[in-house]
């Protein structure tokens, strides 16, 4: 029984993370989302996407470790805005 619960426990954390293939990518995507439904001023949007920006470029250099803290002071940003 402890088999199949791991087992079941493991399958869900994989198919909670297909839709994303790291980090960085969901926390894009969550972002995007945001923004795309985000009742903000226009100041706050900017800065969003001043930091998103910045986390993309973090992430091509290689920084993904880097990117992702800015990309998640960017949704805490936008959340803190709605």
């Known amino acids: ?3 199949l619960f791991a087992t079941l426990m493991l399958l869900a954390a994989a198919s909670a ?7 960085v990518t969901c926390e894009l995507k969550a972002i ?12 706050t949007l900017q ?4 930091l998103r ?3 993309q470029k973090l992430a091509d250099e290689g920084r993904e ?7 998640k ?3 805490k940003l936008l959340k803190d805005a709605s």
Do not use: N, Q
């Open 73 to 75: 002071e960017a949704r």
């Open 17 to 23: 993370r297909a839709h994303c293939p790291d980090a």
């Open 1 to 3: 029984m402890k088999k």
């Open 65 to 71: 470790r880097d990117a992702v803290k800015v990309l």
């Open 47 to 50: 800065k969003a996407k001043e």
């Open 32 to 43: 995007d989302a945001s923004l795309a439904k985000s009742t903000a001023s226009e100041a």
């Open 53 to 55: 920006a910045e986390g």
